[in-house]
């Protein structure tokens, strides 16, 4: 998912009920609408972010399931539009962050292969052209991990993944280790969002069964002593600035019950919306317009 901050709308793309999908839906704070049913081929995996300089959501890679994906599309709120031929290899698993102050999309890692071969490869997309960056140290290859940018110390911040429970942060020309911090404990499947009103990375995941949300601020993590949804990975997870909360939908437990629920938190609490879902999906992407 990915949140657009010009159309004050969260939007959802793809996902795997069973098989992969190829739908796009939008939140707007009250109810969601099936927004189009063709653009990229169905697909879970994927990642996508939002570009509010050019207002359009970027979305990269993924799979079917048999194959992984090395396609660039961008959403513009009416129709899918497919741009880049040449960029990042294919992969999916991976996450991606827009870095508001330097205007460009930032892509980490990632699997290829099923399995075979992980990544630890660092890409931006301008709108134009994909650039691979390079820095004098990397994060440890890893997919399923969490990505967010941090507009305050203008930083995007890299969260576990398989096989790594660390802490990174891209300053656009360096990677800088932040250790592992006595963070979230689980190591991949998680969600991130970056709340921008209360300038923390928060995470939501689970552990030995129990769903645990933390937050970052730069220096440390916390772990809420609060009341959290039902346990899941796979899921997604968004901060929609107009209406000030973080948003999370769907997921799955251990790849077997799906969940199609959509959850807000403020900072002090979770709390579940009632309206018309989506159907239930793990591995699906959200973007903020």
């Keep these: 998912?990915?949140?657009?901050?010009?159309?004050?709308?969260?939007?959802?793309?793809?996902?795997?009920?069973?098989?992969?999908?190829?739908?796009?839906?939008e939140?707007?704070?009250?109810?969601?609408?099936?927004?189009?049913?063709?653009?990229?081929?169905?697909?879970?995996?994927?990642?996508?972010?939002?570009?509010?300089?050019?207002?359009?959501?970027?979305?990269?890679?993924?799979?079917?399931?048999?194959?992984?994906f090395a396609d660039t599309w961008e959403w513009n709120g009416i129709a899918w539009k497919q741009?880049?031929?040449?960029?990042?290899?294919?992969?999916?698993?991976?996450?991606?962050?827009?870095?508001?102050?330097?205007?460009?999309?930032?892509?980490f890692g990632g699997i290829q292969d099923h399995f075979t071969k992980i990544l630890d490869d660092t890409w931006e997309w301008d709108g134009d052209t994909w650039s691979k960056r390079t820095s004098s140290q990397i994060p440890f290859k890893r997919w399923a991990h969490a990505m967010v940018y941090d507009s305050e110390r203008r930083?995007?911040?890299?969260?576990?993944?398989?096989?790594?429970?660390?802490?990174?942060?891209?300053n656009g020309s360096d990677w800088i280790s932040r250790g592992f911090l006595n963070g979230p404990t689980h190591d991949r499947f998680r969600s991130a969002a970056y709340d921008s009103s209360r300038m923390t990375t928060v995470v939501f995941t689970e552990f030995s069964g129990q769903s645990q949300t933390w937050e970052w601020d730069g220096t440390s993590w916390s772990l809420l002593p609060i009341a959290n949804p039902p346990s899941r990975g796979g899921h997604s997870m968004v901060f929609a600035d107009e209406q000030g909360s973080v948003l999370m939908f769907g997921g799955s437990?251990?790849?077997?019950?799906?969940?199609?629920?959509?959850?807000?938190?403020?900072?002090?609490?979770w709390s579940e919306n009632v309206a018309e879902y989506p159907q239930a999906r793990t591995a699906h992407a959200l973007a903020y317009d």
Aim: charge should be negative.
């Design 83 to 107: 741009r880049a031929v040449q960029g990042p290899p294919e992969r999916y698993g991976h996450a991606m962050a827009y870095d508001l102050h330097r205007g460009v999309t930032v892509l």
């Design 27 to 68: 939140w707007d704070g009250d109810r969601w609408s099936l927004r189009a049913i063709s653009g990229p081929t169905p697909r879970s995996g994927h990642a996508m972010a939002y570009d509010s300089a050019r207002g359009v959501v970027v979305l990269f890679g993924g799979t079917n399931g048999n194959l992984p």
């Design 1 to 25: 998912m990915a949140y657009d901050s010009r159309r004050d709308v969260v939007v959802l793309f793809g996902g795997n009920d069973g098989a992969s999908r190829g739908d796009t839906w």
């Design 155 to 170: 930083v995007t911040v890299v969260v576990g993944g398989t096989p790594s429970r660390d802490t990174w942060e891209w």
């Design 253 to 269: 437990t251990s790849g077997i019950e799906r969940f199609n629920d959509l959850w807000g938190f403020d900072g002090n609490s």
